[in-house]
């Protein structure tokens, strides 16, 4: 466990994907992910259109999350568990 989420985000339950956000510093947004019932798995599926337009987050804040959350965590996904 780290911060108290299973280390692989596909593991990662919607409050896990809430809190992930939270930590990070977006608390207005993290809730959007809740609503949408957002979990690991399909955190690792979003595309940055996704997070754009389907989350109806403000542009500024939906751009980090994607860039600086989203797409590392599904760079570090992949490179784990690629053989």
């Not at 930590?23 to 207005?28: D, I």
């Not at 259109?49 to 980090?64: E, F, M, S």
Request: no cysteine; net charge negative; aromatic share 8%.
């Amino acid at each position: 466990m780290e911060n108290g989420r299973p280390p692989d985000p596909a593991d990662w339950a919607v409050m896990d994907v809430v809190n992930y956000f939270r930590t990070a510093g977006f608390e207005e947004q993290a809730g959007a992910f809740q609503e949408q019932e957002i979990d690991g798995k399909s955190l690792l599926l979003m595309t940055r259109n996704d997070v754009l337009t389907g989350l109806q987050l403000k542009l500024g804040p939906a751009l980090k999350i994607y860039e600086y959350h989203v797409k590392p965590l599904q760079t570090k996904h992949l490179k784990n568990n690629s053989s």
